[in-house]
């Protein structure tokens, strides 16, 4: 708790954390509002595609993709101690580096609890607005889907946090996490079977959120083979604490 509070009094008062939150929010409120709106062969995509429980995993797939504004929230986060000289501060006033990237860690967890919390008001307004006469059964039988978003959203917050605490600028590493997440690691996964690849990091955390019409897109496509989302959270997790353990020894081995 102690951690938290420092780290609360620190992004608190910051302009650019709430820009951000405000952006993510703002961002996928219009995005769902607009889509909902379109029309295709004379009905409204909202009437068809809205509708509880199945709307859970589109929107959670559909927010997945806005979650890169929560990982470039964390490098500004985590450069700024850098650049502001406070990690040296806080070392000096006596927290180890150990406590340094678990502080980091509880705010990625509190960043990706608020967007989970988010999506399933969300969820709620959308859904009911387009459900006719929903049951209690429709409204929660798929609500795990908002729990993968969860360790998901988590697991990207902590990927940005290695590459923040390994190159310490704040626009290098912004570059170098994307052009892992979209460049890199998809040319590895190339040249890579299927039963080796899915377990690569940004595909283990992309089962998480996994496409509504997959299975449709298996069916006249090469199938891609996934983790099963269950499997996969408990992948990520394994690799949430490996990148709190290369985040700490990076720290570790590095001046400050």
Known sequence: MNLLRIELHKILPYRTVWVILAGYAILLTLFLYASSHVTVNGQQLGESMYR??????????????????????????????????????????????????????????????AGALFLLLLGLYFGLLYSINPSMEAVFSQMDALLYYFVQTAGYMSLAMVFAFLIRKSGLAIVGFIAYSIIIEPLIQLRLPDAIDKYLPMKVMGSLT??????????????????????????TVVYIAVFWLLSYYILRLRDL
Not at 67 to 96: K, M, N, P, W
Not at 212 to 231: A, K, Y
Request: glycine share 4%; hydrophobic share 55%.
């Open 52 to 113: 509880l429980p199945a709307f859970w995993q589109l929107l959670t797939y559909i927010a997945s993709f806005f979650s890169l504004l929560f990982s470039i929230l964390v490098i500004v986060l985590v450069t700024d101690e850098y650049a502001y000289r406070t990690l040296r501060q806080q070392v000096i006033d006596g927290l180890s580096r150990a406590d340094l990237v678990s502080a980091k860690l509880y705010v990625i967890l509190g960043f990706a609890a």
């Open 210 to 235: 996994p496409r509504p019409i997959q299975e449709v897109l298996d069916q006249v496509t090469t199938p891609t083979e996934l983790l099963s989302p269950g499997l996969a959270a408990l992948v």
